[in-house]
């Protein structure tokens, strides 16, 4: 399935969007940690950007290699559902607050999170990221946004079989133990609160455009009952 349909004369520019992508969330989320911390003594911060950053680059270079189409996909940010733009908005500060909260507890030594359970959760959170690159390979329709892309179908298979959303199950997962690696509990309160809240607003909507616009899916709908939990949700 390499770069199915993907023009190679684009492979440069498709390059230059993801590298310039990946530069500029690095800068972000850097200035989102130590700035608030005073110091660039926040080891936490230094192993989250690792954790981060390090396998987002091999799945950078990863799908380019094997998969450009996917990766053009992963790259679109512009939503044409008015309920998602105002999910980015809100999970977007949710996740610049959650930075910033763990720079300050740097700062002030709010909270102590125990070094074995940092280490736990950041090994929990990169194997999240793969889980998510993983769901996208099973499912290469998984665009960044809610759309249905020309020769859409159903995926019923793998992951999928179990839940009808795993790259929101992962993805939560993720964002979760984010405040862990970086050694705030207090940090922990915020997408711990407006997480689930967000992905039932985002699913709900989601769910809705497919349900009326892909063949195939209300049937899905009744063949994997459960959205996001098996047994709960």
Known sequence: MKGIGYPPEMMPQLIKQAVLRYILALLLVSLLLFLPAGSLKFWNAWMFIGALFLPALFALIYLFKTDPDLLQNRLKTKEKEKIQRIFNILYMIAFIMT???????????????????????????????????????????????????????????????????????????????????????????????????????????????????????????????????PFIW
């Open 99 to 229: 930075l910033i909260i763990t720079g300050l507890d740097f700062k002030y030594h709010w909270s102590v999170v125990p070094v074995w359970l940092v280490i736990v959760a950041a090994g929990i959170m990169i194997c999240s990221y793969f889980m998510i690159v993983l769901v996208m390979k099973q499912n290469r329709y998984a665009s960044r946004v809610v759309e249905i892309q020309i020769g859409q179908k159903v995926i019923d298979d793998g992951l999928y079989s179990v839940v009808r959303h795993p790259m929101y199950l992962f993805a939560s997962i993720f964002f979760l133990s984010i405040p862990l690696v970086l050694g705030s509990l207090y940090a922990l309160i915020l997408p711990a609160i407006i997480v689930p809240f967000l992905l039932i607003i985002r699913i709900t909507n989601e769910e809705k455009v497919l349900k009326n616009n892909l063949d195939g899916y209300e049937k899905y709908m009744k063949k994997v009952k459960y959205r996001l939990l």
